[in-house]
Each structure stands twice: as structure tokens, then as C-alpha cells.
């Protein structure tokens, strides 16, 4: 099992543009979560999913959405980038029931808006 | 919002016992205790996890006093290599929901 993976790995977008990032959840995980996480700054939470229906948002505009494949696997696209959009975007995978403990995460995808 | 309270940064020396203490005053009943540690350029990862007085796992301890409005992450004979940020988050167990991360703290362990 390759654990959580995320690709890419680096992307540079220009202002206004779209944005689609990509997760691998580990295997028998049903539940991927996304998170924000700009420089210095601890990982802020965007999307909660959960056998593929959305579970949990946070304070993030509509320009962010994401959605969850019948693998598990997810996206998260981001419209309309501006400046501010450049983080590190964190993927994390979790069974069901177990909470605050066993969220895996990836490596993230470094996004940088010029 | 985070519902935790921890110091910006600490220094240490290889070797030495390292002690973390967040503060979580409006900690649910069913709330557990976690702790993560993040590397630069990579993704949390987790440590330890308690509810109630003393856990002990193979990288760390976790103590939380009888009111559990705080915490402290002991690192014993800290190394090089723990160098990084260390997130403590309260939250039920059971929710499955997603982490709350406050700043965080910065530890750097020095030669």
C-alpha cells in the first residue's frame, strides 16, 4: 500500500485561472479530508468527504469544490486563483469511526499563484 | 476556530527531555486529546492520543491532569531529527470529523 499519494507535486497557475488537485486514499479508507496550509500557518480545513457525499465544509468561498470517486479517490478544484490560493494543499484519508486518530496524510501539492 | 492554546516556538539541546504544554480550557467531556508533528514540506503525522491521565507509546508521552484543561507532550532524549512543528487538537473520537489545527509549536533541537 503506497499510503495517501497526491500529484502533482508542484504547480505554478496564473491568477484567474482553474486549478484541479488529485488524491489517492489509502487502501479500506472511506473518508478524505482537504486542507489548506499557507506558510507558516498550521493546515486549515476546506472538505470533508465520506462515501462520496460531502460531510464537512469549512470557511472557504465557492470558488473551492471537490468531490469523491466510487475508489475513494478525490479532487479538488479551485477556480478563479488568485495570489492569496498559493499553500500547500494537504490531502488526508480516514476509516469511518476512527475520529481524530488515524487521518493519514499525503505529501501535498505546493501551489503557487503568480 | 482552534480550540487549543500552545507556545509559539521552544529550543532544546540533543538529548534533553522536551515538554509541550497546550492549554484547551472548554474541552468537551468526550473529547480526546491528539497530537501531530509536521516536517517542512510534508503532511502531519500522527503521534500520540489520550483522554485522561498518562499515555505512553514508543516516541512520546501525553499527560493530562484530572480537569483536562491541559496537556503536555513529553519527547524524551530529543534528536536532531525532531525538529518541527507539533499540533495539539482536542476533538471526539467517535465524529470521525475533520482536524482543527492551531499554530502550532516550533521546536528546534540544536547540536
Known amino acids: 500500500d503506497a499510503g495517501v499519494t497526491q500529484s502533482p507535486t508542484h504547480l505554478i497557475k496564473t491568477r484567474g485561472q482553474q486549478v484541479t488537485l488529485r488524491c489517492s486514499s489509502q487502501?479500506?479508507?472511506?473518508?478524505v479530508s482537504w486542507y489548506q496550509q499557507v506558510l507558516g500557518q498550521g493546515p486549515q480545513f476546506i472538505f470533508q468527504?465520506?462515501?462520496?457525499?460531502?460531510?464537512g465544509r469549512g470557511n472557504f468561498p465557492d470558488r473551492f469544490s471537490a468531490r469523491q470517486f466510487p475508489n475513494y479517490s478525490s479532487e479538488l478544484n479551485v477556480n478563479a486563483l488568485l495570489l492569496g490560493d498559493s499553500a500547500l494543499y494537504l490531502c488526508?484519508?480516514?476509516?469511518?469511526?476512527?475520529?481524530?486518530?488515524?487521518?493519514?496524510f499525503g505529501p501535498g501539492t505546493r501551489l503557487t499563484v503568480t | 476556530l482552534a480550540k487549543t492554546t500552545q507556545p509559539i516556538s521552544m529550543d532544546s539541546y540533543e538529548g534533553q527531555e522536551v515538554n509541550i504544554t497546550c492549554s484547551h480550557n472548554?474541552?468537551?467531556?468526550?473529547?480526546?486529546i491528539t497530537w501531530y508533528q509536521q516536517f517542512p514540506s510534508q503532511g502531519p503525522r500522527f503521534i500520540i492520543q489520550g483522554y485522561k491521565t498518562k499515555v505512553t507509546n514508543e516516541v512520546a508521552s501525553l499527560f493530562i491532569p484530572a480537569d483536562r484543561k491541559s496537556s503536555t507532550l513529553s519527547l524524551p532524549r530529543v534528536s536532531l531529527s525532531d525538529t518541527a512543528v507539533y499540533y495539539c487538537l482536542v476533538g471526539d473520537r467517535q465524529a470521525g470529523t475533520a482536524l482543527i489545527f492551531g499554530k502550532g509549536t516550533t521546536l528546534s533541537v540544536s547540536s
Open positions: 488526508a484519508s480516514s476509516s469511518e469511526g476512527q475520529g481524530l486518530k488515524e487521518q493519514y
Open positions: 468527504y465520506y462515501e462520496k457525499e460531502e460531510r
Open positions: 487502501s479500506g479508507h472511506n473518508t
Open positions: 472548554n474541552i468537551a467531556t468526550n473529547d480526546y
